[in-house]
């Protein structure tokens, strides 16, 4: 059994390090939870992709947190298997105990304020009641959840300070936590303006009309967008057909694709070309000669090479991004910028000043053992005493993956649950906080009460007086702040081109920062999902606006929520051609606001100028 183990993880890619004390804890790890060879392996898999390990060698010094990993497989499996079973933790034992505490305050969220009488005063609901109206589903004051027992409401995880964190000398003051004063608000009480770009698909668009020549039509432009781009900055001379035999070096743009079902590897890289050029023909990709490089599928490259036999192309250079010079805000059509704030038209253009403060947060929005929605309580409490300027909201809202979504044993409809439990506190927030607050909210293909199609309409805010404070974008969507340019995408890019990229670093044991890889993808290829076949589950709909997906300018700030771990990053771009200049873009991952049964994390950013001034925070709720 001890070979067929060995022989599943050679399949996968995977080499053992200390072989011999490996085999047998894996095979161990067989007896105790009755798995197969294959079982252990694709379970490892998993854990390899969590952790993000950067080499495809199995260690013994990971065995101990892969044996953790499989008693949590093993777990979750009983429990779905028994829905009525209840695997108690030490959050149940801390609620027991609390039970006979009569003194819950430190359970109940509470809104920080200036105030420090008003704090221990507030109700659950702490975002303040302005418009008379009470919230259906409060949950009583004696109910004390595991999200309620955590003793540290908002701890900073990491932070990157690039300028001081004071304001005129004098240093901010927290009434709460003095932790927790990180970031300095930026021109407090100024409301911002606001500029959508492109509002594609529109709400109310009818998809699953896609058809094969929808998605040919979109790859097909994609190579040639990319040509044209390659060509003109002088990267590339004139591409020719690679499936034709020529002793001499060639130049050819073209796609990554894998030539069959499972993961890209070397052995299985081909390049398909455009219909001008091969008529859409593909050939074998060979990456040996190369020192570095990193591709995935869907991955539009230009390729300088030869081609002796006609059968195989073998790479001496490859370039996988498009050039800053071929594209610039300049090149954006006036008819795809629609304006979302009127007095931003008329204002004095030298008081938008590209300074910007802000908190961004990705959900699921409340714990999976209740509907209660505390962490999105948490976040509008710290944004109150916070009042950033901009507050972006991204999905899931009423998220489908929720133990009582999937069920259906929720009460409500789904709309009813979007509008009480969210627009309900928006609201609240909104009104609280006064005219110059304003609310970003991107949809997500998890929202049970919205479209399941990628790209995604905007939420249709219902009332309209919502709509001058309570912005909806489009999943994906650009929006421009104070002349700060962000990009937003709910769907997991990050977490599905990690489990498809292939990449070699120059250098043997050379370490990569593996995330700013990816995001430079995202943005080196002009796409929010340029990952082609989409991963499983991805309703990629080309019949809809595939321009949607496209970056049309480079953003200053990049928000790509995922499951992988948070981060906050500066990447940099360009400097590749002659007489280009780099650009910087700050890529951030917020993490998820809700975890499981407890808290997540959320991103605090504050702008100034450009990306290298910049306060931002990753604080755990």
């Known amino acids: 059994m001890e070979e067929e183990i060995k022989a599943e993880f050679n399949k996968m890619g995977f080499v053992l390090e200390e072989e011999e004390e490996i085999l047998k804890k894996c095979l161990a790890f067989c007896i105790n939870y009755n798995l197969k060879p294959s079982d252990i392996v694709s379970s490892w898999e998993v854990y390899y992709l969590n952790r993000q390990l950067d080499e495809s060698t199995v260690k013994n010094v990971e065995m101990d ?49 200036n105030k420090s009488e008003y704090i221990h005063s507030e109700p659950y609901d702490s975002t303040p009641q302005t418009n008379g109206k009470i919230h259906s589903s409060g949950k009583p004051s004696k109910l004390i959840t595991p999200f309620g027992q955590r003793t540290n409401k908002f701890v900073v995880k990491s932070s990157i300070n690039s300028v001081p964190n004071t304001e005129n000398g004098i240093e901010e003051t927290d009434y709460e936590n003095h932790e927790d004063d990180i970031i300095r608000k930026v021109q407090p009480g100024r409301r911002c303006s606001l500029t959508v770009h492109g509002s594609k698909p529109e709400t109310g668009c009818r998809f699953m009309y896609d058809r094969i020549e929808d998605r040919w039509n979109a790859l097909e432009n994609r190579i040639k967008k990319h040509t044209i781009a390659l060509v003109s900055s002088n990267l590339l001379e004139e591409p ?17 694709c894998c030539d069959g079902e499972g993961h890209l590897n070397e052995k299985s890289t081909m390049l398909q070309s455009s219909v001008e050029h091969s008529g859409g023909q593909r050939v074998r990709l060979e990456l040996q000669n190369l020192s570095k490089y990193s591709i995935f599928p869907g991955q539009i490259v230009g390729i300088e090479g030869h081609n002796p036999s006609g059968h195989c192309l073998v790479a001496s250079k490859i370039v996988d991004t498009i050039p800053l010079s071929s594209r610039t805000d300049a090149d954006l059509h006036p008819s795809k910028k629609q304006s979302m704030s009127e007095e931003s038209r008329s204002s004095d253009s030298s008081c938008r000043q590209a300074e910007l403060s802000l908190i961004i947060a990705s959900g699921p929005f409340t714990t999976t053992d209740n509907l209660f929605f505390e ?96 912005t909806s974008l489009t999943n994906p969507g650009i929006l421009e702040a104070n002349q700060v340019k962000m990009g937003c995408c709910s769907v997991d890019i990050l977490k599905h081109l990690s489990g498809e990229e292939i990449s070699r670093n120059p250098t043997a044991g050379t370490a990569s920062d593996r995330m700013s890889r990816l995001a430079n993808h995202i943005l080196g290829q002009r796409s929010f999902y340029p990952l082609y076949p989409p991963a499983e589950g991805i309703p990629l709909d080309f019949s809809l606006a595939p321009e949607a997906i496209e970056i049309s300018l480079i953003p200053d700030i990049l928000i790509l929520p995922s499951d992988m771990k948070y981060f906050v990053k500066v990447v940099s771009l360009g400097g590749r051609g002659e007489g280009e200049e780099q650009v910087k873009c700050i890529c951030m991952n917020p993490g998820r606001l809700a975890k499981g049964e407890g808290g997540g994390t959320f991103v605090e950013l504050n702008y100034y100028g450009n990306p290298d001034s910049i306060n931002a925070s990753i604080i755990s709720i």
């Open 65 to 113: 947190g892969f044996l953790l990993h499989l008693q949590n497989e093993r777990k979750e499996a009983i429990v779905k298997d028994e829905s009525g079973l209840h695997v108690y933790s030490s959050n149940d034992v801390d609620m027991i105990l609390n039970l006979e505490d009569g003194d819950t305050k430190e359970g109940i969220p509470g809104t920080p304020t």
């Open 240 to 256: 020719v057909d690679p499936t034709v035999s020529s002793q001499k070096s060639i130049v050819t743009v073209g796609m990554i």
């Open 375 to 470: 962490p999105l309580v948490e976040l509008l409490a710290y944004a109150n005493r916070k009042l950033p300027q901009l507050l972006i909201l991204v999905g899931p809202f009423v998220d489908s993956e929720h133990p009582e979504i999937k069920k259906g044993t929720a009460d409500r409809s789904f709309d009813e649950i979007f509008q009480h439990e969210i627009l309900r506190r928006l609201q609240d927030y909104a009104e609280y906080v006064g005219s110059h607050a304003r609310v970003i909210i991107v949809p997500s293909i998890r929202d049970a009460n919205h479209d399941f199609v990628f790209p995604q309409p905007a939420f249709d805010i219902d009332p309209a007086d919502l709509k001058h404070q309570i």
